[in-house]
C-alpha cells in the first residue's frame, strides 16, 4: 500500500484545498493518504467525498504542536476518533492560542518598526489555522521583506526578534488524549533537531512511534531513529510533509512513502483506520 501519512491542506498551512490535495494524491498513485493539518481536523469532511471519488483511503491525523521540558516539538496523532468531544477542545484551545500568539507577534513586529495589519494575516490564513506562515506572507505582500525566508530569519524564526513560543501544552497530557480517543502518537520529523534523550522522555509518556521517512531526513538520520524505534519497539512511520509550496515540494509529494509493513502495523494499532 503506497501511503503518504504527513500532508497539509488550507486548513491549516498548505496550498491546496482539501479536495484538491485527496485528487493529486490519486494521481500520484498514494492509495492511503493522511492529512496532518496543524492543531485541526477540519479537512476531513471535504476530504472524505473527494476520497470515496478518487479510490483514496483516508487515516485520520493531525499534527500538534507540544512541549517537553522547554523543548517545542511536534507530534504526528493517527487513527483516532475525528468527532471525540475531549480531544476536539484541546484543539479548539490550541487554535485560540495560535491567533493570541499571532496578535502578538505583530504586536511585536510594530515595536521593531515593522508595520502590517493583522486583517491581511487573516487574509492570508484563508480560513485556516493561524501560523507563522501567514504572517510572512503579509510582512511579503507589504514590501517589508524580500523573500519568504528572509521573513523568518530576520523577524519570525526561534532566534528572531518577533519570535513568540508556542503553546505550553505538555506533550504528555496530548498523548493521553489521543490514546483515549483511538489513535496513536508518532514524534514528527526528529532529525531535524532532536536527539535522543527527547525521545525517551516522550517514549516513558506513552510515544507510540517515530516519523523515519521524512524530506528533512538524510539516510544517517533515517538509521538512527528507526534503530531507536526498534530499541524502544515503537511504531514507524513517514510522509513527505507535503505543504505544496514550490518544485520541490511537489517533486517530493508521492515520493516519501513509508514501507508497507509499517502502514499495516500502524493501522493494526489504532482504532479508526479509516476517516468515516
Do not use: C
Amino acid at each position: 500500500m503506497r501511503a503518504d501519512l504527513h500532508t497539509h491542506t488550507t486548513a491549516s498551512d498548505g496550498r491546496l484545498s482539501p479536495p484538491g490535495l485527496v485528487e493529486k494524491a490519486a494521481l500520484r498513485g498514494i492509495e492511503l493518504l493522511s492529512i496532518t493539518d496543524h492543531d485541526t481536523v477540519a479537512a476531513y469532511p471535504l476530504a472524505r467525498i473527494a476520497a470515496q471519488q478518487h479510490g483514496v483511503t483516508l487515516l485520520p491525523g493531525v499534527e500538534l504542536s507540544v512541549q517537553v521540558g522547554r523543548r517545542d516539538i511536534h507530534l504526528l496523532a493517527y487513527g483516532f476518533d475525528l468527532t471525540d468531544p475531549a480531544l476536539g477542545a484541546a484543539l479548539a484551545e490550541y487554535r485560540t492560542k495560535r491567533i493570541t500568539r499571532a496578535e502578538t507577534i505583530v504586536e511585536r513586529l510594530a515595536g521593531l518598526g515593522v508595520r502590517i495589519r493583522f486583517e491581511r494575516v487573516w487574509y492570508h490564513a484563508k480560513g485556516g489555522v493561524l501560523g507563522r506562515p501567514h504572517i510572512a506572507k503579509a510582512l511579503l505582500e507589504a514590501g517589508l521583506v524580500a523573500t519568504f525566508g528572509e521573513a523568518f530569519d530576520r523577524y519570525l524564526g526561534t532566534e528572531a526578534p518577533a519570535y513568540v513560543a508556542k503553546t505550553d501544552q505538555p506533550a504528555s497530557a496530548m498523548m493521553a488524549l489521543v490514546h483515549a480517543a483511538g489513535g496513536v502518537t508518532v514524534l514528527a520529523h526528529p532529525g531535524i533537531n532532536l536527539d535522543e534523550a527527547v525521545g525517551a522522555a516522550l517514549v516513558a509518556d506513552g510515544l507510540d512511534g517515530v516519523e523515519v521517512v521524512h524530506p528533512s531526513h538524510n539516510p544517517l538520520a533515517k538509521r538512527r531513529w528507526a534503530a531507536f524505534a526498534a530499541q524502544h519497539d515503537l511504531l514507524t512511520t513517514g510522509g513527505s510533509d507535503y505543504h505544496g509550496f514550490g518544485t520541490f515540494e511537489d517533486e517530493n509529494f508521492g515520493s516519501y512513502t513509508p514501507p508497507s509493513a509499517w502502514v499495516e502495523r500502524l493501522l493494526a494499532r489504532v482504532a479508526h483506520p479509516e476517516a468515516a
